[in-house]
């Protein structure tokens, strides 16, 4: 992968990666992260040393026992370990995982608890959340009428956010496209955090 620098500073979005034959939209692609990816995360922070490993030649994620699959994509957005209380507590109302969001899903996320705890002074209000927000769940398009994977939530990105028309949250300036986002998962270890539940 090895994006390159742009002239702000920040990563464009990962390209499209080879689409494997029978992939469906939603499904991940095959990691196309190479070692320097993940170590320019750690250098920014935003992942622990020696605490990951990229994928070896499996199509789809197979954690080992205690592992978790992180998406970069997710990361430059703002997720990081561990996760906030609300995104956890987000998780289990939807019964979802980190890689049923999309990236920018991620972004809002993120600015949304930062708007809740550093500018209003309290915990994010799932009230106010979704007073800003609606959730909307994309179904794998059918192939075949006969296939048992139709009308089905996506595997990648089948729970997007949008802000409701009228919403006065800040606008927020997001890339114009993610494509290939599915491609762009690695391994991190599931480490306890101290006084977290």
Same mark, same amino acid.
């Given at each position: ?13 990962? +390209? ?6 029978? *992939?469906?939209? /939603?499904?991940? $692609? ?14 920014? /922070? $935003? ?8 994928? /070896? ?12 699959? $992180? ?35 991620? +972004? ?11 500018? $209003? ?24 009428? %006969? ?12 729970? /997007? ?5 009228? %919403?006065?949250?800040? %606008?927020?300036?997001?890339?114009? %496209? ?6 762009? *998962? ?12």
């Amino acid at each position: 992968m090895a994006p390159k620098k742009s002239s702000k500073g920040k990563r464009p979005s990962t +390209a499209r990666a080879a689409v494997p034959p029978g *992939w469906m939209q /939603g499904d991940f $692609l095959p990691s196309s992260l190479k070692a320097r990816d993940v170590e320019d995360l750690v250098v920014d /922070g $935003l992942v622990a040393k020696d605490s990951w490993r990229l994928p /070896g030649s499996e199509a789809e994620p197979q954690p080992r026992e205690g592992e978790r699959v $992180l998406l970069t994509t997710h990361v430059e957005r703002g997720f990081s370990l561990p996760p906030h209380p609300f995104f956890r507590k987000f998780l289990n109302y939807f019964g979802a995982q980190l890689h049923h969001f999309p990236p920018n899903a991620i +972004a809002y996320l993120a600015a949304f608890v930062s708007l809740c705890e550093c500018f $209003l002074g309290c915990p994010p209000h799932w009230g106010l959340f979704k007073h800003i927000f609606t959730i909307r769940s994309q179904a794998v398009k059918k192939v075949k009428s %006969s296939d048992d994977r139709t009308n089905v939530i996506q595997l990648c990105g089948g729970l /997007g956010l949008q802000k409701r028309k009228g %919403s006065e949250f800040p %606008s927020l300036t997001l890339p114009e %496209s993610v494509r290939g986002w599915q491609s762009t *998962w690695f391994y991190c270890n599931d480490v306890a955090s101290p006084n977290v539940s």
